[in-house]
Nanobody, 124 residues
Framework: QVQLVESGGGLVQAGGSLRLSCAASGRTFSDYAMGWFRQAPGREREFVAAISWSGGSTYYADSVKGRFTISRDNAKNTVYLQMNSLKPEDTAVYYC?????????????????WGQGTQVTVSS
């Protein structure tokens, strides 16, 4: 079992930045590839970014490529999402996720554990 706790969400103006953190406890953190997803009101949960267990490979949705950066610190059992140049359409609840073991994925179907989510609101 893995517990995930996100933090760092909030209200920011368009063009601003936020850094989300996800602290993991339970099983060995480095056993898992990690990801971030988001869900806006009335929409399905969508992939944002993913990172391999070692941190050597990263993947991004086209909508955030060049603006968001995912990283991890296995010594601190934490994964981060640095979000720059935020847009109103980035407004959503952001969820941290572990994938099945070391498999990196971009779909919710391969997520093994979810965090509780943190709200990000970008005002225009």
């Amino acid at each position: 079992q893995v517990q995930l706790v996100e933090s760092g969400g909030g209200l920011v103006q368009a063009g601003g930045s936020l850094r989300l953190s996800c602290a993991a406890s339970g099983r060995t953190f480095s056993d898992y590839a990690m990801g971030w997803f988001r869900q806006a009101p009335g929409r399905e949960r969508e992939f944002v970014a993913a990172i391999s267990w070692s941190g050597g490979s990263t993947y991004y949705a086209d909508s955030v490529k060049g603006r968001f950066t995912i990283s991890r610190d296995n010594a601190k059992n934490t994964v981060y999402l640095q979000m720059n140049s935020l847009k109103p359409e980035d407004t959503a609840v952001y969820y941290c996720a572990t994938f099945l073991a070391k498999v990196v994925a971009t779909t919710t179907g391969l997520v093994k554990y979810w965090g509780q989510g943190t709200q990000v609101t970008v005002s225009s």
